[in-house]
C-alpha cells in the first residue's frame, strides 16, 4: 500500500512517499504518521505497461491463429475431397458450384433445378430407337452434358485420339447429314484428271464448238451410332464423395472409354451400326510388303509414294501396332544408316519422312494388313450429334451394393472420298489411306 508521510519518521522527510506492506502502512495511518494515497502514482504505468506487453502477446496470438487458418485453408484447398477442379480454370479458378462432379451428383439426385441451372435437361432416345424399346420397361433417355463440360469431355477424347483431333469434325443436328464432294474417284479418259470432279477442257480452234463439261457433285450420308457405355462406383464411394472427386473419376474414364472406342470404329469399323473405319474403306490402298513380317524402308517408300498429292501438315501421320516398333528401330536406309533410332543414346525420333509415327494397339499386329498404315486425316469426315447424355441407376447392381452411371455418345464416321483416285494416265491410283499388305 502507499501511503504519504505526514512528519518526518525514521529518516524519512515529511511528504515522501512509500509503499509498504498493508500492516506497515495501517500502523501508521493509525498513529497520524502517514495517509494513504488515493491515487497509486506506479498504477498508470504498470497498467500502461501492462496493456503494451498484453497488445503484443494478443497480437502474436493473433497472427499466429490467422497463419494456422490460412495454412489449414491452402491445404484443405489442395486436397482431393475440397480442391477446386483444375480442369475447369487454371489456378483452382473454376466455380465449385458449376462443375462436372456437381453434374453428376445432380443427375444422381434428380436435382431437375441444378441442371437446368447448368443447361442440361432430359432427353428421350430417337423416335425409331424409342420404338423399338417401346415394349421394356426402365429409363429411356438421359440428361444432356451441359456445354461447358461437353467441350471439356471432348478436349480429353481428342487427347487420347489418333484419328479425331485430325479428322474434318462436322456438327450434326439429326441423326443423318449429307456431306457434298466432288465425284474425283471416277477414272478418266488418258490425258483427262479426275482431281477436277468431271471438269474436262480441250485446246479449239476458232469459232470452234467446245465441249459441254460440269462438276460430278456427288453426297456422302453420316449416319451417326451410339456408343454406349458404363461405370460402376461403390456406394461407400459415393457416400464419401464430393463433387471433385467424381470430376477427377468419371470425367477421366468416360474421355478415355469414348476416345478408345471412338478410335477403334474409326479405324477398323465395319459400318454397320458403328463408323466405317480405314481399314474397312473400299478405297484403301495396300502396297506389297517386301518379305514376311518386314516393315523395311522400301516398304514405307512404297506407301508413301501412293498418298495423295498436296498432303501434308500434322493431319498426315503414321500408325503402327507395338508389335511393329523393334522393326521400326531397326529400319535402316543408304550406306546401312539407322532411320528412326539414330542414335541409341537418346530417344528415337518417331516420324517417317517428316511425319510423326503414332503408336496405338487398335491396329492389326505385324504381318497383318493395316499393321502400319499412312493415313491423311483431314479426308476423315466425323459428325458430332454434341450430345453425351449421362443417366444413373442404384438398381442394377443393388446387390453388390453399387450403383452404375450410364453415358451414350452419338457419333457418325467415314472416309470422304467414295474411293481412290486414278491418275491421269488411267492406271496410277492414290489415295488418303495406305497400308502394308499382309506378309
Known amino acids: 500500500m502507499f501511503v504519504q508521510l505526514n512528519r518526518d519518521f525514521v529518516g524519512r522527510k515529511a511528504g515522501e512517499r512509500l509503499d509498504l506492506s498493508d500492516t506497515d502502512a495501517n500502523a501508521l495511518i493509525a498513529t497520524g504518521t502517514a495517509s494513504p494515497l488515493a491515487d497509486d502514482p506506479l498504477g498508470p504505468l504498470f497498467q500502461a505497461s501492462l496493456d503494451r506487453a498484453l497488445a503484443g502477446v494478443a497480437g502474436q496470438v493473433q497472427s499466429s491463429v490467422e497463419s494456422a487458418l490460412q495454412g489449414f485453408a491452402q491445404a484443405q484447398t489442395k486436397s482431393r475431397k475440397n480442391a477446386l477442379p483444375a480442369i475447369f480454370g487454371p489456378g483452382t479458378a473454376g466455380d465449385p458450384k458449376r462443375t462436372f462432379g456437381r453434374f453428376l451428383l445432380a443427375v444422381r439426385h434428380g436435382d431437375r433445378k441444378a441442371l437446368d441451372d447448368m443447361g442440361s435437361r432430359f432427353v428421350e432416345w430417337d423416335v425409331e430407337q424409342k420404338a423399338a424399346l417401346s415394349t421394356q420397361g426402365g429409363t429411356t433417355g438421359g440428361y444432356l452434358v451441359p456445354t461447358e463440360f461437353h467441350g471439356e469431355l ?3 477424347v481428342s487427347e487420347r485420339s489418333v484419328v ?92 478415355r472409354a469414348i476416345a478408345w472406342y471412338e478410335d477403334y470404329a474409326f479405324l477398323r469399323g465395319n459400318g454397320v451400326g458403328k463408323p466405317l473405319g480405314v481399314l474397312s474403306w473400299n478405297g484403301l490402298i495396300s502396297v506389297t510388303r517386301s518379305a514376311a513380317n518386314a516393315c523395311s524402308l522400301a516398304d514405307v517408300a512404297g506407301m508413301y509414294g501412293r498418298l495423295l498429292p498436296g498432303a501434308g501438315g500434322p493431319n498426315v501421320v503414321w500408325a503402327v501396332h507395338p508389335t511393329l516398333l523393334v522393326k521400326l528401330l531397326t529400319m535402316t536406309g543408304g550406306d546401312n544408316v ?61 446387390l453388390s451394393n453399387q450403383s452404375v452411371w450410364r453415358f451414350v455418345s452419338r457419333v457418325a464416321g467415314q472416309p470422304w472420298l467414295r474411293d481412290k483416285v486414278t491418275l491421269a494416265d488411267a492406271t496410277t491410283t492414290l489415295g488418303p489411306f495406305i497400308g502394308l499388305s499382309e506378309g
Open 164 to 255: 479425331r483431333p485430325r479428322a474434318t469434325v462436322l456438327p450434326m443436328a439429326t441423326r443423318e447429314m449429307e456431306v457434298p464432294t466432288l465425284d474425283v474417284t471416277s477414272a478418266p479418259s488418258a490425258g483427262d484428271t479426275a482431281m477436277l470432279g468431271g471438269v474436262v477442257a480441250r485446246w479449239t480452234e476458232e469459232a470452234t464448238t467446245l465441249n459441254e463439261t460440269e462438276p460430278t457433285l456427288k453426297q456422302i450420308k453420316l449416319v451417326n451410332h451410339e456408343l454406349s457405355g458404363y461405370s460402376k462406383v461403390s456406394n461407400t464411394l459415393l457416400a464419401d464423395a464430393q463433387a471433385v472427386g467424381l470430376d477427377a473419376l468419371l470425367m477421366q474414364l468416360f474421355s
Open 338 to 398: 539407322i532411320f528412326i533410332g539414330n542414335d541409341v543414346r537418346s530417344a528415337p525420333r518417331w516420324q517417317i519422312l517428316g511425319h510423326d509415327v503414332l503408336i496405338s494397339e487398335k491396329l492389326p499386329a505385324l504381318n497383318s494388313l493395316g499393321d502400319i498404315l499412312l493415313m491423311d486425316l483431314s479426308h476423315y469426315l466425323i459428325g458430332d450429334r454434341m450430345q453425351v447424355e449421362i443417366a444413373y441407376s442404384e438398381h442394377v447392381a443393388f
Open 154 to 156: 471432348m478436349r480429353l
